[in-house]
Each structure stands twice: as C-alpha cells, then as structure tokens.
C-alpha cells in the first residue's frame, strides 16, 4: 500500500510549486516510509509514497510506460489479487513486463482497455494515470471502496491524493467547514455521507467509480454497481460457493513478498480467514500463521456482559490459536495510551472519528508493524451475512432510520438551543437516498426487499465507517491491511443470497458458521457475534472527563455550539446515556472522546465555519 496525490493547473508550472508538492507528499509519509516520487510534466504533478510490498525494485513510482508514441505515467496505491490472470491476457495482448509488480499491471491495462480498464480488476486501489498526449489525468477507485481518493476541483484547477491533509498542504484548498459539514460531523459522524469529503470543496469517488479530468473540468462515472439477481443455487451449492468464494479470496490476499501477519480475535470472522490461511500454508509447505490479538489493561476486572458483547474474546483466542497452530501475540493496551491516541487517529482520518476503537487499533497496528509489513482482518462480514443485532429484531429491522443511530437526540442534547435546526432532516435524507439506491426484484418478498435495503445502508455507511478506520489507523504507521470479505465476488453473491439462507438456523451469518463448521472448533464456528474490544476500565471515562472538563472552559468555534450544562450532565451521570451515538459501543465515555477529538480537529486543523457560529 502506499499513498498518492496529483495537482493539475492549466497554465502554470509545477516545477516551480516543488516547494508545496513536497509538502504535499510529506503529508503522506506515513503512508508510504520506504521511497517516494514526484513526475512534473508542465502544468500536471503526481506523487507517490511507497510502502513497499511486492517487487521492491520493478515497482518504483511514479511509473512510466511509452505505448505507440504516448508517454503514461501511474501513481498507483493498492493490491491485485488477479495480477497473474491479467498480465497473461495482456502478454497475449502485446505486453511486456519488466517486473511482477501490480502497479505494472494497473497501468497497462489501463493503455489496453482505456477508462474501462477497472471493470478487469479484482482488488483494493485507488490511482490515476495521466497520458501525455491528450494530457487527461485518470482516476479510479475500487468497486468496494477499501482504499480512499479524495480530491478538490478549483477555478483551472484539480489537486486529489489519499487523504485529506495532502489537498491541504497545497494550499488551494482551506479548511472551511460550511453548514452541510457541520451536519455530518454533529448529526452522521464518525459516519460521512459516501462522496463527501465533510472540508467545503473536498470530496472522495464513491466506491466504483472513477473519473476524467480534461481541459479543465472532471467528468465522474460509475464502472461498477451492485445488481439485484435471481439466487438459483441450491442450499447445498449456496454453502459450497461461499466456502470457496471466501477461501479463494484468503488464498489471493497472502501473496507478499514482506513478512505478513493477521488479526485473530476469536470471533467466527477472524477465525475462517486464520483457519484458511493456516490449511493453505500447510498445504504449500509455508509455516506457521503469525497472529494477534488486543486487550486492555484490567478489563478482566472491569468486564460486563451486554447484548452486544456476551463474553470476552481471550478462551476463543486461545482455543482458535491451538487449532490453527499459530504463533500468537497478544497487544494490552493501557487506557491512558489509548486516551492520549485519541489526537493520533484525528490525524490518521483528517476528522473526528470512531474514537477509541479508532485509536487502539491505531496503537494495535503500531505494534504489529514492528514485525510486520502486512495483515489480514476480517471486517465487513458483519455487513454483508447480517451479524448486526439490528438485522435480527423486526423492531428495529423495519424501523425508517438508519439502525445504528436511530435517535439523533443524544446528539441534539449537546448542542446549544437554536444551532444546527435542520440536523434531523438532513440524516432522514441521507437515509432516504440510500435505500433508493438498492436494486430489488418483483419476486422479493417484504423481507428480502427490505434486507436489501439494509444491505446498502450497512455497505455504503456503516462498512465504509470502518473501512476507513482500518485504512487510516494502520497506515498511519505503514501497516497494510488486506480485507477478504471485501473481495467483489463475495459481496455481490451475498446482496442475492435470500435471507433464509444467509440467516442459516436462524443465526446472525449463518450461512458462513455452515460453510466452515467441519474446519472450526464447534464453540467458535457457532459462537454469539461479539464486536471489536473496548476498554471496561473507568480510568478511561475519567481521563475523557477530566479533558472534556477543560475543553468546556475554554471559548472557541467548538465550545460556542455546545451546550455545556448537558456535557457536564453527561460527565456527571453518565448512567442517562440510554442510546448510543453511534453503532453498539459509543457510549458516554465515547461521546466525551468525541468531543476531545473535536477540540484537537478545531485547533489543529485550524477549522473555519463558514458565515461563523
């Protein structure tokens, strides 16, 4: 993985910005420690931070091919898990290679296949091409959108890169937050609206789509899209292919020429990718998995028992590290550490963000980076089987809001009377444009219909939420995380999966629990969903409190749209707090994170609001 950015200004001359382009790639580095590049061609940039992973000395960047007279250049960030099967149709094609690297890959296929060069690759990436003839810039984004491309269009101009703070660094762009950022912040965060990049001016392509800057203006269009289609597959065969759907995309994603590790948590999700990498490797001869696990200093002592976390991780572990043979570590984390990575993660995302779950993977990854170069986790398999709690109460399944977050009141409690009067408005909206989205078929019963519709509010909201805290929070110390239930195949064969089957026996994924049951112990392949640890410890709430407490004495842009006497009602009984802000976890010690991550974004960012408070 690596990261990227590209300025394009028609007229001007990028040899003489080198001072704000290496801004904008130092910005980057902890994306991409190992090399970084800058090509100049008048008036177009684009820079690249490696973080090397295959081909260390074929898969430098910038990459440059001249095809037929015309020079194209790649800034690429990503892997290919179908790399083999498409540099043999293009070598039959014409093409040569002078490496094994994907970047080589991306870019000819792109000279091959033009815009449509995307709809051939199996993968999580995001890159731009230009070409020197028409001196276009390309831009693409996977189908799921695992890996980010935000970018600003300006009067002549177009800058974009990995992440945010690097459209900053060019100075074009301020950090301006209008009306509509202070809704996604206040009433959807850590969530964003898919395409919105929350600064004004600032957006991200949606998953699947890509884009054309020529002559001064971007044209975006989608390559890819979910489809609704008849499941004709028998029990049998729907148990079959999503065994070797999910085990092929595991098998594709351990391909590394860097030492590679993977996440082990005791859960069936963690467990099937483990168990599949373990059979593969004894199979080829390869050794022993590496994996890792995180706790939190004396969460043994302060441990209680939720519907959404039934029971602690560490006996699941255990038993799931003996079965696959693994070599296992495991991470404690101390509370104030995880306290003290809540401004960290803030500057992983650019945003306010999934607080302490952001930041103790942010540590979590900082540790298995020490070793490591690459990991395997097993989000998202929550999102497209129907692990969450709310896909399984009709209560809340066929209530018209989004499931995570279905009562903005806690959010309009701590604000002032009078600010942001439109809030709730603006998430039904968001809602309501989602599930509009989600293709159906006239045979879908109610139930399916509307299991579509969750389909897409989890895929495109709470999916990418995460998505984007496992890609900032471990590249921020250049780690790179690969996610197989991500892989394309997998999703679109689940969006058409009926609900009696992906609900196999009646539980939360159980179509994956029978398709990898004779490879697992019993107790996991059937165990009760537990989500991501967060710490019990109320040293943590403390810790929160006590800076919260002195961010409400302080005036500024923040402080002047809380409404103090609720905050400190919170810090004083945090017991009130009946829903959470947002998902299952952000809880009171979590809504008082969030506003330490608010202050440090104000204040570091330096944040204007448009027009004022």
């Not at 003489?16 to 994306?31: A, I, P, V």
């Not at 070599?327 to 945003?351: F, G, K, Q």
Request: some cysteine; hydrophobic content about 35%; proline content about 4%.
């Amino acid at each position: 993985m690596c990261g990227i950015a590209g300025w394009i200004e028609k007229g001007s001359a990028m040899v003489d910005r080198r001072g704000r382009l290496n801004k904008m790639s130092q910005t980057l580095e902890r994306r991409g420690p190992d090399e970084n590049g800058l090509y100049i061609n008048g008036d177009t940039a684009l820079i690249h931070r490696r973080l090397t992973v295959i081909d260390r000395e074929n898969g430098k960047q910038p990459m440059s091919v001249t095809h037929e007279g015309v020079t194209y250049v790649i800034v690429y960030n990503g892997e290919l898990y179908n790399t083999d099967a498409v540099r043999e149709k293009l070598r039959a094609s014409g093409f040569h290679f002078r490496g094994h690297s994907d970047t080589e890959v991306a870019l000819k296929s792109y000279i091959k296949y033009g815009d449509r060069c995307a709809e051939r690759l199996n993968g999580i990436f995001a890159f731009a091409v230009f070409r020197s003839d028409t001196r276009e810039v390309f831009l693409c984004r996977d189908r799921v959108g695992v890996k980010p491309l935000f970018y600003s269009e300006y009067n002549g101009g177009l800058v974009f890169g990995s992440e945010i703070k690097a459209l900053l660094a060019s100075g074009v762009i301020r950090p301006v937050i209008n009306e509509q950022g202070l809704y996604e912040i206040f009433f959807l965060g850590p969530a964003r609206t898919p395409g919105c990049g929350v600064f004004k001016g600032v957006f991200e392509l949606n998953p699947g789509e890509c884009a054309v800057y020529r002559n001064g203006r971007l044209r975006r269009k989608s390559y890819y899209s979910i489809e609704a289609r008849e499941h004709t597959d028998s029990e049998s065969e729907t148990i079959e292919k999503t065994r070797y759907l999910l085990t092929d995309a595991v098998r594709r994603q351990l391909v590394s020429d860097v030492p590679l590790c993977m996440l082990l948590s005791g859960g069936l999700d963690s467990s099937v990718i483990v168990k599949a990498a373990a059979m593969y490797n004894r199979e080829h001869k390869l050794g022993r998995i590496n994996t890792y696990s995180v706790e939190y200093r004396d969460n043994d002592r302060y441990f209680k028992k939720s519907r959404f976390q039934p029971n602690r991780d560490f006996e699941y572990i255990k038993l799931m590290s003996k079965d696959a043979n693994t070599v296992h570590r495991e991470v404690i984390l101390d509370n104030a550490d995880v306290a003290d990575a809540l401004y960290d993660s803030v500057t992983a995302r650019d945003l306010p963000g999934y607080v302490d779950v952001d930041s103790s993977l942010l540590l979590f990854c900082r540790e298995m980076k020490r070793d490591f170069t690459v990991a395997l986790s097993g989000e998202c398999a929550d999102e497209l089987f129907g692990g969450y709690p709310w896909y399984h109460d009709r209560d809340i399944l066929f209530e018209d809001c989004f499931p995570w977050s279905r009562s903005q009141d806690v959010r309009r409690f701590i604000l002032k009377d009078g600010i942001l009067k439109n809030g709730e408005e603006y998430v039904r909206q968001r809602y309501l444009d989602t599930i509009a989205l989600a293709p159906k078929l006239p045979s879908d019963s109610p139930e399916d219909a509307r299991m579509r519709e969750m389909f897409f509010l989890n895929y495109y909201w709470f999916m990418q939420c995460l998505l984007e805290r496992k890609d900032r929070c471990s590249m921020y110390s250049g780690l790179e995380v690969r996610v197989p239930f991500c892989d394309y195949r997998l999703v679109e064969y689940a969006y058409n999966m009926p609900w009696r089957l992906k609900a196999y026996g009646g539980r939360e994924k159980g179509i994956v629990r029978k398709a990898f049951e004779d490879i697992l112990p019993k107790e996991i392949a059937w165990r009760k969903k537990s989500p991501y640890p967060k710490t019990h410890n109320p040293v943590y709430f403390e810790i929160c409190a006590d800076r919260v407490r002195k961010i409400l004495q302080k005036k500024n842009a923040l402080t002047c749209l809380l409404k103090k006497e609720a905050v400190e009602q919170i810090i004083e009984h945090p017991e009130t707090i009946s829903e959470p802000w947002y998902g299952q976890l952000m809880q009171a010690p979590q809504i008082l994170a969030y506003i330490v991550e608010l202050d440090y974004w104000f204040e570091q960012y330096g944040v204007e609001i448009e027009g004022g408070v």
